[in-house]
T-cell receptor, first 115, second 114 residues
Framework: GDSVTQMEGPVTLSEEACLTINCTYTATGYPSLFWYVQYPGEGLQLLLKATKADDKGSNKGFEATYRKETTSFHLEKGSVQVSDSAVYFCALSDRGSGNTGKLIFGQGTTLQVKP | NAGVTQTPKFQVLKTGQSMTLQCAQD?????MSWYRQDPGMGLRLIHY???????DQGEVPNGYNVSRSTTEDFPLRLLSAAPSQTSVYFC?????????????FGEGSRLTVL
């Protein structure tokens, strides 16, 4: 079945460092891809999305490019801030699963940014 | 802007007890769903609804019931709690099942079953 694999965490960075969180997926169809962020004590929020190959999603300085050839959707940011400390989830929505609307989530990657 | 509201935020139950997690949204969303979040496993879909009076099972429905009598409310009932149901539960909604990538989540309900 469809699945999402994220890099293990936690990831600890100093402020202004570059961030990459790896995400790869397995899907039989043509999925849409998402990054969600969960700040401490809060629910998940959609960070960015891409709906087809080579699309780049971006928001709040974060970017991710939908790479069909490598089945990847890595999250990147050029300069992280303490306020970026959160858990990041990669997810996919296969159009073939439209009968349930299910999102398939990765296990989440915790990012800790130190001043 | 209330969005998706869940209650309670924390609950401790004994094995065999029943309870209901409440979820309400004020965005007139058609689609509502319940996920559970467990360490190292991401989120898994329990039940979902595409409108009032319509519910269906997700990936891990056993031990849970849902109903959707109004557009706004989507309660999740645990019939006889088990320690395996210790988890964080999230209610999420979207304006349509076709837009479920853009889910709006509640803040979560942390449930411990002893």
């Amino acid at each position: 079945g469809d699945s999402v694999t994220q890099m293990e965490g936690p990831v600890t960075l100093s402020e202004e460092a570059c961030l990459t969180i790896n995400c790869t997926y397995t899907a039989t169809g043509y999925p849409s891809l998402f990054w969600y962020v969960q700040y401490p004590g809060e629910g998940l929020q959609l960070l960015l999305k891409a709906t087809k190959a080579d699309d780049k999603g971006s928001n709040k300085g974060f970017e991710a490019t939908y790479r069909k050839e490598t089945t990847s959707f890595h999250l990147e940011k050029g300069s992280v801030q303490v306020s970026d400390s959160a858990v990041y989830f990669c997810a996919l929505s296969d159009r073939g699963s439209g009968n349930t609307g299910k999102l398939i989530f990765g296990q989440g990657t915790t990012l800790q940014v130190k001043p | 802007n209330a969005g998706v509201t869940q209650t309670p935020k924390f609950q401790v139950l004994k094995t065999g007890q029943s309870m209901t997690l409440q979820c309400a949204q004020d965005m007139n969303h058609e689609y509502m769903s319940w996920y559970r979040q467990d360490p190292g496993m991401g989120l898994r879909l329990i039940h979902y609804s595409v409108g009032a009076g319509i519910t269906d099972q997700g990936e891990v429905p056993n031990g849970y019931n849902v109903s959707r009598s109004t557009t706004e409310d989507f309660p999740l009932r645990l019939l006889s709690a088990a320690p395996s149901q210790t988890s964080v539960y999230f209610c999420a909604s979207s304006y349509s099942i076709r837009a479920t990538g853009e889910l709006f989540f509640g803040e979560g309900s942390r449930l411990t079953v002893l």
